[in-house]
């Protein structure tokens, strides 16, 4: 049963189109986020959901859209998608938030891998 | 400055070599200290966390010195399956937020 389970893995489309990835966890985690890897393998936090709620944005462009309709699901929309755009995203959950090390363990599902034409 | 650097590597070790990987960080109100591992093609899995005093586990040991604001990773009797990208993670928390930073990742290859 897999802890944190991201669809569809694979995306390829066309620039300018509109595309959706999904993420859940049934780890009971309350901290829900999205991660970008380019193609020299940089990994930098895109987003990040307490609780259905955004508490970090890290000046991604506005065409990125996340939703968390509750705290297991943590969905991703981009619209008007661009050559740049390609990479790895990868959606993963912690506990939850604190000083403590516990709570900021990443959990982190199989990544969904998105090319753009 | 990039806010956790690390030694870019590669690493081309044999097996049985016992190998280090440094990584440094910029804010020192960071929290709390991570060595995640990444194979080819997959997702980064966390090895282990470091504490102030030192960890150790099996084979792996890491080390935190908040003064000089600087994590280690030491591996000894590399084995090929330790052939991986080496990940170094620092998290600050502030408020309400905490916010883990990836460095760019060290790579190692273990050959026979």
């Known amino acids: 049963d897999t802890a944190v389970s991201q669809t569809p893995k694979y995306l390829v489309t066309q620039m300018g189109n509109d595309k959706s990835i999904k993420c859940e966890q049934n780890l009971g985690h309350d901290t829900m986020y999205w991660y970008k890897q380019d193609s020299k393998k940089f990994l930098k936090i895109m987003f990040s959901?307490?609780?259905?709620?955004?508490?970090i944005n890290e000046t991604v462009p506005n065409r990125f859209s996340p939703k968390s309709p509750d705290k297991a699901h943590l969905n991703l929309h981009i619209n008007s998608l661009e050559l740049g755009d390609s990479a790895v995203y990868f959606c993963?959950?912690?506990?939850?938030?604190?000083?403590?090390?516990?709570?900021?363990?990443?959990?982190f599902g199989a990544g969904s891998r998105l090319t753009v034409l | 400055r990039k806010e956790v650097e690390q030694d870019p590597g590669p690493f081309n070790v044999p097996e049985g070599a016992t190998v280090a990987f440094n990584c440094t960080y910029s804010n020192s109100a960071s929290q709390s200290f991570f060595w995640y591992r990444q194979d080819c093609r997959k997702e980064p899995k966390l090895l282990m966390s470091?504490?102030?005093s030192g960890n150790e586990d099996g084979r792996f040991t890491a080390q935190l010195n908040r003064a000089s604001q600087y994590i280690s990773l030491l591996i000894r009797d590399s084995k090929l399956s330790d052939s991986a990208t080496y990940l170094c993670?620092?998290?600050?928390?502030?408020?309400?937020?905490?916010?883990?930073?990836f460095g760019d990742g060290t790579t190692l290859t273990v050959k026979p």
């Open positions: 993670v620092v998290n600050k928390y502030n408020t309400n937020a905490g916010k883990s930073t």
């Open positions: 993963a959950s912690s506990p939850g938030q604190g000083k403590f090390s516990g709570a900021n363990v990443l959990t």
């Open positions: 959901y307490n609780n259905k709620e955004l508490i």
């Open positions: 470091v504490y102030s």
